[in-house]
Nanobody, 116 residues
Framework: QVQLEESGGGLVQPGGSLRLSCAAS????????MAWYRQAPGKERVLVAA???????NYADSVKGRFTISRDNAKNTVYLQMNSLKPDDTAVYYC??????????WGQGTQVTVSS
């Protein structure tokens, strides 16, 4: 069992930056991949970025060049650095993890609002 706790969301102006963190309750050395999803009001939850145990990352086209996902296995934490934020990035952001046994886990979500 893994509990995931997100933090770092908030209100930011267009063009601003935020860094989201997702802390896992136990070692993430056996968790592959870890990812961030987001869900805007009235829309489906979609993948934003994912990172493998080895550090390979992939991104949704809408965030390429602006967002960076990283993981610190020693701290059991995955991060999402978000730069050049746009109003369309407004959503609840969820941390996701999949164990080697293919069990999936979700965090409770953190709200990101981009508005002037």
């Amino acid at each position: 069992q893994v509990q995931l706790e997100e933090s770092g969301g908030g209100l930011v102006q267009p063009g601003g930056s935020l860094r989201l963190s997702c802390a896992a309750s136990r070692s993430i050395f056996s968790i592959n991949p870890m990812a961030w999803y987001r869900q805007a009001p009235g829309k489906e939850r979609v993948l934003v970025a994912a990172i493998t145990l080895g550090g390979s990352a992939n991104y949704a086209d809408s965030v390429k060049g602006r967002f960076t996902i990283s993981r610190d296995n020693a701290k059991n934490t995955v991060y999402l650095q978000m730069n050049s934020l746009k109003p369309d990035d407004t959503a609840v952001y969820y941390c996701y993890a999949r164990s080697i046994a293919a069990t999936t886990y979700w965090g409770q979500g953190t709200q990101v609002t981009v508005s002037s």
